[in-house]
């Protein structure tokens, strides 16, 4: 049986040429000797410097993506920082467990290593003590201990989650998993359900219904042409008015000198300027008469805002909607989108409910295309939320069904279903739909489906003690703090 070993964390890969101290160049500009410590593990710092697990491991991450084509920008760096903080925390405390137990790698073992190494190697592809020793000493030391830091995470780690090594079929050390919870899991997702689907999109809302919403709302629609002068206190939105008014300031110099321009641009032009998006900037609807009713050139009184206080100046006769205008269209769709969904909603249902109906007599397809429904066979598939990679997924590569996994009302409805039976409508994301149960099937059981669920529950096993770890109060983790406040500043 295969079995794949996912390692506690990023897997520290030991890369030859990296093992100086290189001082990432972009990041240097500015930062001196300055201490770069990212966090802790116990008492231990994990700090930026010649010789740390730490450094170890952003110069191998850093070297990895090099060597893989990648163009490394600045801000890539967090993203190694905080991989590289994570081995050098399962590092220290794979260290730290290991000094308990006693444990060393040999000198042997570590020299078996070294002789198996191709750049230690003569023309004939064997080791050569002479090409060997061509190396600086300090660099076969560093190697050395790169080595023996490499087998003791190893040992950690096999002995916490098993090697990769088996005899008679059962891996060494570590987590076992027994043939009979395989074997129960693997049954899990062998019983599928297969189905015909018709998909009603959200997006196809008709323009026939958004013209008829807007012409019963129209107030919401009319396009106002105003200036604003906004400001946090009441006092001194009264005391603007009052000195406009008196025409000791135009209402131009107090938007450039008093206002905070919450709503409008340096010109005092209010932004959104259609009748419902003026009421949502008013603190008291009952003010919005007194900004639509006012006449060009005219100034309404102080009116409370959302952000503080405000004197609105009408600049232009406000603008009746057209709905057979494009953009008037649009903007009504977006505000139903916004604020009346379950209106587009409700059409579909409707429209789903009466496709339900007609399929029992034309056929589902049949149903569909009168409906104006997009029709889609979707492959058998198991339950299986959140789409776990111990089974098949949950509509594979249908895009309507991109976010069933998740839904538990669609899960629900789809695995009620009896053979031929046709659902309620589902609302799923963007859409509404209506399945209809076209197949009940259970898979056999075979060896590869076994493979699979136990290569799973490795990387669950690997992820949930990485993750029990790094939530351990003994570490301390400031890579965001540090990278942002001091290497990027």
């Not at 053979?419 to 590869?448: C, F, H, M, R, W």
Request: net charge negative; glycine share 6%; with cysteine.
């Amino acid at each position: 049986m295969k079995k794949t070993m996912l390692f506690i964390g990023s897997v520290i890969i030991l890369i030859l040429s990296a093992v100086t101290f290189i001082f990432i160049p972009a990041m240097a500009d500015g930062m001196g000797n300055k201490e770069l410590v990212f966090g802790k593990y116990g008492n231990k710092k994990i700090e930026y410097k010649p010789g740390t697990e730490f450094a170890a491991a952003v110069n191998n991450y850093t070297e990895m993506y090099r060597k893989q084509g990648y163009e490394l920008r600045e801000s890539d760096y967090y993203y190694i920082y905080n991989d590289a903080f994570i081995s050098a925390v399962n590092a220290i405390a794979n260290a730290e467990e290991v000094k308990k137990s006693g444990y060393a790698p040999s000198s042997d073992k570590v020299n078996r290593d070294i002789v198996t190494m191709p750049m230690f190697a003569d023309e004939n592809g064997k080791f050569s003590m002479e090409v060997y020793e061509s190396y600086e000493e300090s660099y076969r030391n560093d190697l050395k201990k790169d080595i023996v830091n490499g087998h003791i995470w190893n040992r950690y780690s096999e002995d916490l989650l098993g090697s990769q090594s088996d005899v008679g079929g059962n891996r060494l050390f570590g987590l076992k998993t027994s043939d009979a919870e395989l074997a129960f899991l693997a049954d899990m997702g062998a019983d599928k359900r297969a189905f015909d689907m018709a998909v009603f999109n959200k997006a196809d809302y008709p323009d026939s219904a958004v013209r008829t919403f807007g012409e019963s709302n129209k107030d919401n629609f009319v396009k106002y042409n105003l200036s604003i002068i906004s400001v946090k206190e009441s006092s001194k939105a009264k005391s603007i008015l009052k000195q406009i008014k008196n025409e000791e300031i135009t209402f131009s110099d107090a938007v450039a000198e008093y206002s905070d321009k919450a709503y409008s641009g340096s010109d005092g032009i209010l932004y959104s300027n259609l009748g419902y998006q003026i009421k949502n900037i008013l603190k008291n609807q009952d003010d919005a008469e007194k900004v639509f009713s006012l006449n060009p050139d005219e100034l309404s009184a102080v009116i409370e805002t959302t952000s503080g206080y405000s004197v609105f100046r009408c600049n232009l006769p406000k603008v009746e909607p057209d709905f057979k205008n494009k953009t008037t269209l649009e903007a009504v769709r977006n505000y139903i989108e916004e604020n009346e969904a379950s209106k587009i909603e409700d059409y579909f249902v409707t429209s789903a409910n009466g496709l339900k109906a007609n399929a029992a007599t034309k056929g589902f397809a049949a149903a569909a295309k009168d409906s104006e429904a997009k029709y889609v066979k979707v492959p058998a598939f198991p339950l299986n939320y959140d789409n776990s990679s111990m089974f098949d997924a949950v509509g594979t590569g249908i895009e309507e069904l991109s976010s069933a996994a998740s839904n538990e009302n669609f899960l629900e409805k789809a695995f009620a279903l009896k053979k031929d039976e046709i659902s309620e409508p589902v609302v799923l994301g963007d859409y509404v739909i209506v399945l209809k149960n076209t197949g009940i099937q259970k898979d056999a059981v075979t060896a590869d489906a076994k493979d699979k669920i136990a290569d799973s529950l490795d990387s669950l096993n690997s992820s949930v003690a990485q993750r029990t770890l790094m939530t351990s109060k003994k570490v301390v983790n400031n890579v965001s703090e540090v990278f942002f406040n001091q290497i990027m500043k």
